[in-house]
């Protein structure tokens, strides 16, 4: 049977790639932390990963903007805007057909893209954890515009992906890898401030297993205390979810002026 094996979550802002010390008593820990996540993948020998990522009005603009979007091609190319990793993704398109199939089933009302470039939120993180060759299916949560999915529907999501794959014929080992966040404000006046303590109260709920605590904050909240750019945390939520564990690993955390936002990388489940 085919399962989801390995689950983890990680920031994905340009810099890291672009710009990858620029502190090293902060962003050495964070790349050793980045080091052991691509280790981790490695040992784990999956067949896919699923990338559950967010967008910067690369790929999705006014004239379609979805909920959730699960790409099903067979390769994907990287958008390389403003000097971000660009190139060429082998894509897993018939695991991608089963999930949409699957998703559907279950109540989700999938939009699907034959065609859809990647911007560096499934860029970055491919490429600083070696990811290159690794067939991916991406799959865009809206993280920007509002009405955004609940916290509560994301989690939805990430129980179903779980599901789904486990009734995928074959043998397949899939990762789930959620990445955004955490606190940094885009955009906007307050751009380059980070909030760690709050950084670190949803690092700490995620790794202890206290996710009902979080899916309990209002958007204005998040908004308000850790910027737009937190809102992204919905991607982290579905990778939680998908692990089928309530606990996670805090491979490491920092505050990165120098990047603006702070950083965190995680592993769920298995990959605890």
Request: charged share 20%; glycine share 12%.
């Amino acid at each position: 049977m085919s399962a989801v094996i390995w689950t983890g979550a990680t920031s994905h802002v340009g810099a890291i790639i672009k710009n990858p010390d620029p502190a090293p008593e902060r962003s050495g820990p964070l790349n050793a932390a980045w080091d052991r996540m691509a280790e981790q993948i490695r040992a784990a020998r999956l067949d896919a990963m699923v990338v559950v990522a967010t967008d910067h009005y690369e790929t999705f603009r006014l004239e379609h903007y979805p909920t959730f979007c699960l790409g099903v091609a067979d390769e994907y190319e990287g958008w390389g805007e403003f000097g971000n990793p660009t190139g060429t993704v082998a894509g897993a398109s018939e695991l991608s057909q089963d999930m949409l199939a699957g998703l559907v089933d279950r109540g989700f009302d999938m939009s699907r893209s034959h065609e859809m470039p990647l911007d560096h939120s499934f860029m970055v993180p491919l490429v600083r954890l070696g990811l290159l060759e690794l067939p991916v299916v991406p799959l865009f949560v809206n993280c920007n515009t509002a009405p955004l999915p609940s916290l509560r529907r994301c989690q939805a999501l990430g129980e179903s992906i779980r599901e789904v794959v486990a009734g995928v014929p074959g043998e397949r080992r899939v990762g789930v890898l959620g990445t955004g966040g955490v606190s940094h404000w885009v955009g906007l006046p307050r751009f380059g401030d980070i909030n760690e303590e709050w950084d670190r109260r949803f690092l700490s709920l995620l790794e202890s297993g206290g996710i009902d605590e979080i899916l309990s904050w209002p958007d204005e909240e998040i908004l308000e205390r850790a910027g737009n750019g937190a809102l992204e945390i919905r991607t982290w939520v579905v990778a939680q979810a998908a692990s089928g564990t309530p606990a996670g690993r805090l491979l490491e955390y920092q505050p990165m002026p120098e990047w603006a936002i702070g950083i965190g990388v995680m592993t769920m489940g298995a990959g605890t």
